[in-house]
Structure formats: C-alpha cells, structure tokens
C-alpha cells in the first residue's frame, strides 16, 4: 500500500503558476503509474493529467493542455503537476492518486474508478 501526500495548493490570481507536488511513502513508487485529478464545488472529479511508471508516456486533458504539465522523480518519490497562466476555472480541491501497474511501464491511467490510492487533496483557488 502506497500513501500520498499533496501539498503546494494556494489563492492566486488569475495568470499566475503554480507547482503542486504529491509525495509517496509505503511501497516502490515506480511500481505506480500516477495521475493528478480535480473536483470542484458540486462537480464530478476530472481527470487532469496522468503519468507512466517510467515517466516516458503522459496525458493531459483538452482543458489544460498547453497550460499544466505532469512529471515525476522516482528517486524523490514524488509528482509533480506545474499549472500555468491558471484560470478561474481551474479552481478545486487537486487530489493525487496511484494506480500499481505491474507489467507495462509505459502504461497510462486515466478513469478515477482504476486508481487504487488516493491522498487527502489540495486546495487551489484562482481569483479573477
């Protein structure tokens, strides 16, 4: 079993960067694929990005690509999400999660329902 820990969510205007980062603890991080979700008041959790285990295949969502960018260091056990030029909309609670892959290295995964582990969340608030 894997625990996650998010941290680096904050109130920042509109334009602005952030960098969240999730720390694992527990078991083999680079045994997990990774992905980073949000979910904002009275909404469903989205998809944000996802990352493999080796860090060679990503995804993101048509409503941050070209803004956000996943990665993740397996020596430091952690993964990172930068959120750039933030919008109002990209406001939520970010939560991390952990999906152990035992065969594929390059394997993504997407859908919430396949993860296994979940941290606690980080707030991001974007004011316009």
């Known amino acids: 079993q894997v625990q996650l820990t998010e941290s680096g969510g904050k109130l920042v205007q509109a334009g602005a960067s952030l960098r969240l980062s999730c720390t694992a603890s527990?078991?083999?991080?680079?045994?997990?694929?990774m992905g980073w979700f949000r979910q904002a008041p009275g909404k469903e959790r989205d998809t944000v990005a996802a990352i493999s285990r080796s860090g060679d295949n990503t995804y993101y969502a048509d409503f941050v690509k070209g803004r956000f960018a996943i990665s993740r260091d397996n020596v430091q056990n952690t993964v990172y999400l930068q959120m750039d030029n933030l919008e109002p909309e990209d406001t939520g609670i970010y939560y991390c999660?952990?999906?152990?892959?035992?065969?594929?290295?390059?394997?993504?995964?997407?859908?919430?329902?396949?993860?296994?582990?979940w941290g606690q969340g980080t707030q991001v608030t974007v004011s316009s």
């Open positions: 999660a952990a999906d152990r892959v035992l065969v594929f290295s390059g394997q993504l995964t997407i859908a919430a329902r396949d993860y296994d582990f």
């Open positions: 527990g078991h083999t991080f680079s045994a997990y694929a």
